[in-house]
């Protein structure tokens, strides 16, 4: 079983940036698939970006696609979502999430993931 903490939210103006981090109670490479997933109030979580075990596929939604990176920190045990030039619609809680997995493949519907963390409140504002 993996445990996973998620730290890096808070308030940023539009345009501004962030980085959320993941921390993982075991290593994940080559072992979990791991994603991000956010939820705005009224609305259903959706992948937001997503590392394959092998780490040689991601997954962009295209609302984020050349803002947001996934990245990852083998020593750390930890995934990074870099997120630049914020917008008001970002704003959502964020999730991190792990798959026991051993493919190239990501993984973008919630229920396709066992472990969950906490989340974190990203709020974007004037």
């Known amino acids: 079983e993996v445990q996973l903490v998620e730290s890096g939210g808070g308030l940023v103006q539009p345009g501004g940036s962030l980085r959320l981090s993941c921390a993982a109670s075991v290593a994940t490479s080559y072992n979990y698939t791991i994603a991000w997933f956010r939820q705005a109030p009224g609305k259903e979580r959706e992948a937001v970006s997503c590392i394959s075990s092998s780490e040689t596929t991601t997954y962009y939604v295209d609302s984020v696609k050349g803002r947001f990176t996934i990245s990852s920190d083998h020593a750390k045990n930890t995934v990074y979502l870099r997120m630049n030039s914020l917008k008001p619609e970002d704003t959502a809680v964020y999730y991190c999430?792990?798959?026991?997995?051993?493919?190239?493949?990501?993984?973008?519907?919630?229920?396709?993931?066992?472990?969950w963390g906490q989340g974190t409140q990203v709020f974007v504002s004037s």
């Open positions: 999430a792990a798959r026991s997995d051993r493919t190239s493949y990501c993984y973008t519907y919630w229920d396709e993931y066992n472990y």
